[in-house]
């Protein structure tokens, strides 16, 4: 068995064991290939993500994970294959994006704030503008997603007053507002210091606990451990290794996969 860091230890120890729903999956990636240029990203991707279900993608930079990510949301049209979000073809028609991505909420490395705005008036512009709140309804809503990850007080501050945890955080809040049904994490934690990496990372095993169906893209293997159902190894465009996190991490993985454990945990 992979050794644990301090982090995994204790979340391995705090979280309930975890099962992989069943029933009819809420996204299905069918054989995706990408390339760019004469570059080929993803190799005949297959996937399955159900709901309530939390699945990390792991593997080395460059594997195609991130891409994987956007060809979900539609930032990034797939060459071949088929992704399907509720039972529905969304691969190519990018008429539909606008409509997907209040469903589909996105997460990335860089925070995105708007400078100009308050943490809440980040969280309340997309309900006011495509959900139609009134001001107060959706000030409401952002003021109960910063209690829900943590930075109440935080409310009228703007990002250059924030840290970057908080900062990331105010993302997370206002993805959440669209109530989507998926949540992508696109390596949420990757330029964040790392005393800033931990508060991120809870706020997310939390969202998946209570039932929030996610992707993430991560090399924390820490919060790995502790939040995944299933993990989903790749490496060069492929999806190499696909098991529930208890058997990945306890060793039974392959070749590949296990090389990439023992450089990244020792």
Do not use: W
């Amino acid at each position: 068995m992979f050794p644990l860091s301090p982090l995994s230890a204790e979340a391995v120890m705090t979280s309930p064991p975890r099962t992989t729903p069943a029933g009819k999956p809420l996204l299905e990636i069918v054989g995706i290939d990408k390339s760019f240029g004469s570059t080929q990203i993803l190799k005949c991707c297959s996937l399955e993500v159900h709901p309530r279900e939390t699945v990390v993608l792991i593997g080395p930079s460059g594997s195609g994970k991130s891409t994987l990510l956007r060809c979900v949301n539609l930032l990034e049209p797939a060459d071949e294959g088929n992704v399907f979000f509720r039972g529905e073809d969304i691969t190519r028609d990018l008429r539909n994006a606008p409509r997907l991505r209040r469903e589909i909420g996105m997460v990335f490395q860089n925070f995105e704030l708007f400078q100009h705005l308050s943490a809440a008036e980040n969280i309340m512009l997309a309900p006011m503008k495509v959900l139609g709140l009134s001001r107060a309804d959706a000030h409401d809503v952002a003021l109960d997603l910063l209690k829900k990850v943590h930075i109440p007080a935080k409310a009228d501050s703007y990002p250059d007053e924030l840290s970057g945890g908080q900062q990331q955080r105010v993302a997370i809040a206002r993805a959440l507002a669209m109530k989507p049904a998926l949540m992508l994490y696109d390596e949420p934690t990757s330029a964040l210091d790392p005393e800033m990496i931990r508060e991120v990372l809870d706020v997310m095993a939390e969202l998946s606990a209570e039932g929030m169906t996610s992707i993430v893209v991560t090399h924390e293997m820490g919060f790995a451990r502790r939040a995944a159902d299933r993990i989903v190894f790749m490496e060069a465009g492929e999806i190499v290794e696909t098991a529930k996190s208890d058997a990945f991490f306890g060793g039974t993985v392959n070749a590949r996969a296990q090389r990439f454990l023992e450089q990244i945990l020792h």
